[in-house]
């Protein structure tokens, strides 16, 4: 997924920015899925065990003639494209991703060629699991914060940072491709990774609260958010977090939401959070806040079931859905949303985000956003559907492409691809990867 990073309001040129927010967004998913349910059958692990008790409907996955950099000049040249973008006028470019080809040269200079002679623009990769796409995006806004206040200084009391410039291209004249033994698959301690995640939220919450009593001087509860997003591994898993919330809420006396089945959870009321890793507690905490998960959460889900773990721009996804969700901009001006996102390994952020529409300038600009979320979402029934033995025999072309030695073309073809979507062409020998685009 890509964002517009844009100041949204200023209060003259001697003060500081007012707002700071997203004018634009692009998503892309790959054209080939498999149903979970196939999978289930293929993997013989009985019925039920990836739809219900993961929540998942099916699954997107890329051939072998996909790959980071691809996605990410598919979705920044759509960006660019679809907003009528003059690419000199960006200065700042950020990459958030899990997934390299290269442990040197970042995904960023491949993204280069798409703005012609403008190599002034700040900005590399960022790299933590599935949080990367969140590093980037507060990249993005404390780029905007630090140049605006040298850029419009009166003062002479610049700082520093007014006077970088800097160049980017992308070229090979260093890198280390990820290639021969590497693998495309993690070590994963599953019990381990659930239980950090669940932590994770718990004391991001405790600190994004204590922050809303310090800097507002206001109390937060679930009940004050619209729609609350979190990082999706699987939906399931975004269910039990919901509920932690509430549960945190409950205990603290915030939650007086009528929604809410305060009865089921009277019996763990006394309970310390890192008592409550139970499937005792899940279930009930879960039944109790079910009416808050349907009308906060769950119908923003529908990418997350659809496409699977989406690693970085899975919390967005659900952003996406619910603009996809919500065409009339004026019924969401001045509401708020909160996200939880996670990366294993581990590093979390919990922050909120506030729709401010109240003039037709940001008004035109969440239009466009709706209309970025309406072509995702036909797109998302647009894609073919492939069978388990299909989408192992593409796992296996991944696998032969990435440990290949010396020049090696994908196996899989263009034409399979969205419109406009950038593929891998080929790997020359000295491990230099191409690309081309499906015309549009």
Known sequence: MADIIQIGAINGTDKPVSDVGILGLEFYFPKSYVCQSDLELFDEVGPGKYTIGLGQSEMAFCKDNEDVCSMALTVTSALLKNYKINPNSIGFLEVGTETLVDKSKSVKTVL??????????????????????????????????????????????????????????????????????????????????????????????????????????????????????????????????FARLTFTDFQQNKLLHTLLKTADLEHFKDCKLDETFSREFSTATVKASQPLIEEKLDRYLEFNRKLGNMYTPSVYAQLINFIQNHPKSEELDSQNILLFSYGSGCIASM??????????????????????????????????????????????????????????????????????????????????????????
Request: with cysteine.
């Open 112 to 241: 280069m060629d798409l703005f012609c002679e403008n190599c002034d623009i700040e900005g590399a990769d960022s790299k933590n699991a599935c949080f990367g796409g969140t590093q980037a995006l507060f990249h993005a806004v404390d780029w905007i914060y630090a140049n605006f206040d040298t850029e419009s200084s009166t003062t002479g009391n610049c700082r520093l940072l007014g006077y970088f410039r800097c160049y980017a291209k992308h070229v090979y004249d260093f890198y280390k491709p990820v290639a021969g033994p590497s693998t495309e698959y993690p070590s994963v301690n599953g019990q381990k990774s659930l239980e950090l995640y669940l932590t994770a939220l718990d004391v991001t919450y405790a600190l994004y609260q204590n922050k809303c009593q310090k800097l507002m001087g206001e109390e937060r509860s679930v009940a004050d958010f619209l729609a609350i997003f979190f990082h999706s591994p699987f939906t399931k898993l975004v269910h039990k977090a």
């Open 351 to 440: 922050f909120s985000l506030r729709f401010n529409i109240s003039i037709q300038s940001r008004r035109s600009a969440y239009s466009e956003m709706h209309n970025a979320a309406n072509r995702a979402y036909t797109r998302l029934g647009e894609r073919n559907k492939q069978t388990a033995e299909e989408f192992t025999a593409a796992l296996k072309t991944r696998e032969e492409l990435i440990s290949a030695t010396g020049a090696v073309v994908p196996s899989s073809a263009a034409d399979d691809l969205f419109p406009g979507t950038y593929y891998l062409t080929h790997i020359d020998a000295l491990s230099r990867r191409y690309y081309d685009q499906v015309n549009s």
